[in-house]
Each structure stands twice: as structure tokens, then as C-alpha cells.
């Protein structure tokens, strides 16, 4: 009976297996879940989430992971004084939360249905208060054999461990390995075969032959079968008001330890092969606590009767907004995301070097500037004029070409048109020849101030003039019409002349305003030599 009960197993687990591991390659691969998916992520550990996703701190948020609740059936056997006759029956339920990828809590309840029965006959058994209490008389040469049927139901708190889901050369596997340690409490009720329709079975019992040889163990079993009504009606021996009591029954700790293999189906479904060994406190499971003594009389047995638990089980995961039970998934998965392709790149800030501060960096700089010196994007020193001397110590940035070569400090030699004091009054007298072209400056809109490109311009004519002392300046606006335009027009003629008086050194009496001219458009201020 026994080796088709496993081979119908093992059956079953093959066939599961396969299907399980099918399903999985059709599956997402990889960690089954996005690392920046916050709605994953409970409240709690929102404040770890957003440090991770602002790149200040490495380690993602642990994300809310499925409840899983499972099904199970299978073989249960106490291991006690008297043979288990299998199979027995075991049924039970299950919660099971993750803690971390690694470990996870589970709650189960069991139920079980667990039958012995000793082929070898026994005699010492006046101890023993249910045969007594049966009609039972152990004179020495009367015989019993030990049998009982116990119900057993416990409730346990199992850490469970999985082994086999961090993985260093594949995404994930379709099945995970365990094991598992737990305690919990356990109650039983045991009954034992004593009496039949005609009594007890004393003469019956004393009429089996072979027994206590092993290879009559088959012929006694066939015997007792025969004999044996399947009543179970008399209750075993119990340790009384000594021990704890549940609903009449005896309660006791209990511990387990066990292992396991699931198959995964889907992401919400598995099935599992686990067996499960439990470490009891009670001697009376099987209803027998007696060693036998071929002298004199019974004594007390010194181990504890356990049992074990062989189950198959389907499990489902549930849970909204939740990624599956941690131990199906890899916890290196993310680590190796970010190594191919990373998400989010934090780069240095790059630090590029400029020794003499010109703004242009070294790499690109072809000239080691003073501080200060204005330069080109070459990191060049600007040289307005050209004349050799660079704008930063150049005291006359425009020298005229006829007035250069010039000095170190870039002031020109112009030459003298002009050899006497009475040319520049005269009326077409050379003190515009020697001036030359002088400049017209532009103000955009209504702008009356000047600006830099205004300053470099007067800066040569304040040195052309320099160059020229005997010789006067016009300053023409053109503005006309409107108070408005003739006030700005002549606002602009001023800031002009005070340039020249306070900034270039200029006497004002070699400088004339003429304002509300013909000949130009407003917004324009020419300088002429005066005639």
C-alpha cells in the first residue's frame, strides 16, 4: 500500500514539475518588478523610496510583497511504541508573509488521522488502564496487540528559509528550495480497538499464531485484520489532570523542523512538496507508554512520542499593488540592472582647471593672461587698435593708424597738421584735415547714456584731440520736432562732452553743442572738427 501511495506522489510531483517549469519561461524575467514603481512601496518606507530615486542613497525600499495561502494533503505516521500502520491522513492550511528574500513566517493548521497496530504480541500490559478497564487480564501468558487510532491537530509558527533563490548567473528559478523550524501547540485523541460485538478480544488474541517472528509480520497483520472490527471505541491511556487540556483533550508543545521544494506555476500560483518531522512532549500519542519486559513488570519508556507529516500543496499568492513573495525573487536582480544599464548616472562634477582665471580653461588656452586682462575665446589678449600694446594696459585703446607705432603705454604720435594757434578758427583752416573722420555715435529708442561701445569710441577721439591741441570739436544732435525728442537729443550731446570733459580730460571750452541740426536722423551724434 505504501510504495503506491509514493510512487502516486512522485508521479504527481513529475507531472507538476513539468508543467510549472513550462509556465516559467513565458514568464517576465528579472526582478518581476520595477525598482522606481512607488506604488509598490508602502508609506512607511516612502521617505527611504524618494532618497533612492533623488540618487542620495543607494538601497531601493524594500517593495509590499503577496500573501501566500495554501492547501495541503498528504501521509501522517507517529513514531512511537507501536507501529504506524499507513497510511494515515493529514490535512492543513497556511499563511505565509515574507520578512525578507531569504526568510518568511508562516502560520499552519493542521489536521491528522494517524493508525498503529504491533504485530508482536505483548503480555506485560497490567499498566496499561485502557485494556484494563476493557476486561483485559495480564497473567503472564494472556496476549494483546497494541493498536490505536489518534486524532492530532496542531497550530505552529514556522520560520521558513529559502536557499536557493539568490542567484548569481540566472534571473530567477521556477522552483525554490527550504527549510523550516517552528513550534507550536498540539492537541490528540486517542482511541484503541478493545472490545467487538462480543466483547473483548482476549481469546481471539490469544489464538494468533507466528507472532514476534518477522517473517510472519504479513500473516499476524492478515490475523488481526480479521479479528479487529475498526471500532476504536475505547479511550487510550492519558496523563489526566498532569497535563494542559483543550476542549478535553491533552494539549502539548510541539516543535518542527522540515524542508521542502515548490514549483512555480505563475506568478500567483505554486505547489509544493514538504515534509515535515514534529518533536512532541507526550508519550501517549499511540496510547502506549509501557516497555515490555520478558520478566517481571512493565516499566515506563523513556522517549516521547513524534510525528511526521509528507504533504503536497497548492498554494496561491494574493495581495493588490504588491510584487510576488520575496523568495521567488532575486535580490541581485536590481544590482545587475544597474551594472549593465545603469538608471541613474551620478557623474562628478567635473572640474576644469584655468590658472590665470581669463575664463578660458587650460586645455583650451593659448596665453597665460594677467588677472584681469579681457581676452578672446582663445584665452588671447584683446588689442583693440592693433597697435601692439593689449587693451589691459593700453591707456588709448583706438590710436589711428597714421598716429602708430606707439608707446609702451599705447598712446600714439600723431603728426602736426595744425602749426599755429590761429588754424583752428579759421574757416576751412586745417584742424579738420588733421582730425580726420571723427566718429558718430548711435543710441537706440530713447536711450540717452552711453555705453561701452560709445566709450571705446570717444576714447580715440579724446586721444586724436590729445594729439591736437590747438584744434576745437562740434558735437551735432539732429533730433527736431517734438520737446520730447529735442530734450533727449540734447541730453545725448551732453553725456557726450561730459564724457570727453570728466573721463578723457578734455577742456570744455574746446567742445561745441549744437543741437536740433538738419542734415542727420535723431538718435545719431556726430563729432566733427570745427572749421
Not at 108 to 126: E, P
Amino acid at each position: 500500500m505504501a510504495s503506491k501511495k509514493y510512487s502516486f506522489l512522485a508521479g504527481a510531483l513529475c507531472l507538476f514539475a513539468s508543467s510549472g517549469f513550462a509556465q516559467t519561461t513565458t514568464t517576465q524575467s528579472g526582478s518581476g518588478y520595477d525598482v522606481a514603481d512607488s506604488s509598490v512601496v508602502p508609506s512607511r518606507r516612502m521617505p527611504q523610496q524618494q532618497e533612492f530615486m533623488q540618487g542620495t542613497y543607494n538601497y531601493p525600499a524594500k517593495p509590499r510583497s503577496m500573501w501566500e495561502i495554501g492547501i495541503k494533503g498528504g501521509s501522517f505516521a507517529v513514531s512511537g511504541d507501536v507501529p504506524a500502520q499507513l497510511p494515515g491522513a493529514g490535512f492543513g492550511l497556511h499563511v505565509r508573509k515574507a520578512i525578507g528574500y531569504v526568510f518568511s513566517l508562516r502560520l499552519q493548521y493542521m489536521y491528522a488521522i494517524g493508525k498503529g497496530l504491533n504485530w508482536n504480541a505483548s503480555t506485560n500490559f497490567g499498566n496499561n488502564t485502557a485494556l484494563r478497564s476493557a476486561g483485559y487480564v495480564a497473567n503472564g501468558t494472556n496476549r494483546v496487540f497494541y493498536n490505536y487510532r489518534t486524532n492530532v491537530q496542531d497550530l505552529s509558527l514556522e520560520g521558513i528559509f529559502t536557499l536557493n533563490n539568490i542567484r548569481f548567473h540566472k534571473s530567477r528559478s521556477g522552483l525554490s528550495i527550504y527549510g523550516l523550524a517552528g513550534i507550536g501547540l498540539a492537541t490528540y485523541d486517542t482511541k484503541i480497538n478493545a472490545t467487538g460485538a462480543n466483547g473483548n478480544y482476549q481469546a481471539a488474541f490469544n489464538g494468533v499464531t507466528g507472532f514476534n517472528q518477522h517473517e510472519n509480520r504479513k500473516n499476524v497483520r492478515d490475523q488481526l485484520e480479521n479479528i479487529l472490527d475498526d471500532s476504536y471505541e475505547t479511550s487510550a491511556e492519558n496523563y489526566g489532570p498532569r497535563r494542559g487540556k483543550l476542549g478535553g483533550k491533552d494539549l502539548i508543545p510541539v516543535g518542527h523542523i522540515g524542508a521542502g521544494v515548490a514549483f512555480r506555476l505563475s506568478p500567483r500560483i505554486n505547489i509544493a512538496l514538504e515534509n515535515r518531522y514534529t518533536i512532541t512532549r507526550s508519550d501517549l500519542i499511540d496510547g502506549q507508554r509501557w516497555a515490555e519486559q520478558v520478566q517481571g513488570s512493565p516499566v515506563l519508556t523513556p522517549d516521547y512520542d513524534n510525528y511526521n507529516y509528507l504533504s503536497l500543496g497548492l498554494n496561491f499568492n494574493v495581495g493588490a499593488k504588491s510584487v510576488e513573495p520575496l523568495w521567488w525573487l532575486n535580490p541581485l536582480d536590481y544590482a545587475y540592472q544597474e551594472i549593465r544599464k545603469p538608471r541613474l548616472m551620478i557623474l562628478p562634477k567635473p572640474v576644469l582647471p584655468d590658472t590665470d582665471g581669463d575664463g578660458v580653461t587650460d586645455q583650451f588656452d593659448l596665453e597665460v593672461t594677467p588677472q584681469g586682462s579681457p581676452v578672446d575665446s582663445h584665452g588671447v589678449s584683446l588689442d583693440t587698435d592693433g597697435d601692439g600694446v593689449p587693451d589691459s594696459r593700453d591707456k588709448e585703446k583706438i590710436t589711428p593708424t597714421a598716429c602708430q607705432p606707439v608707446d609702451a603705454d599705447g598712446v600714439g604720435k600723431c603728426p602736426v597738421v595744425c602749426p599755429d594757434s590761429t588754424c583752428g578758427w579759421r574757416p576751412g583752416g586745417d584742424c579738420a584735415t588733421a582730425l580726420g573722420s571723427l566718429p558718430s555715435l548711435t543710441f537706440n529708442g530713447n536711450a540717452t547714456s552711453l555705453n561701452n561701445d560709445h566709450r571705446s569710441l570717444l576714447a580715440g577721439v579724446a586721444a586724436t584731440l590729445r594729439n591736437n591741441p590747438n584744434c576745437t570739436v562740434q558735437i551735432i544732435d539732429y533730433c527736431t520736432g517734438s520737446k520730447a525728442k529735442q530734450g533727449a537729443g540734447q541730453s545725448r550731446a551732453e553725456a557726450v562732452r561730459r564724457h570727453l570733459v570728466e573721463r578723457e580730460g578734455i577742456s570744455a571750452d574746446r567742445i561745441t553743442i549744437l543741437t536740433g541740426q538738419t542734415g542727420g536722423q535723431c538718435g545719431t551724434v556726430d563729432i566733427r572738427g570745427a572749421q
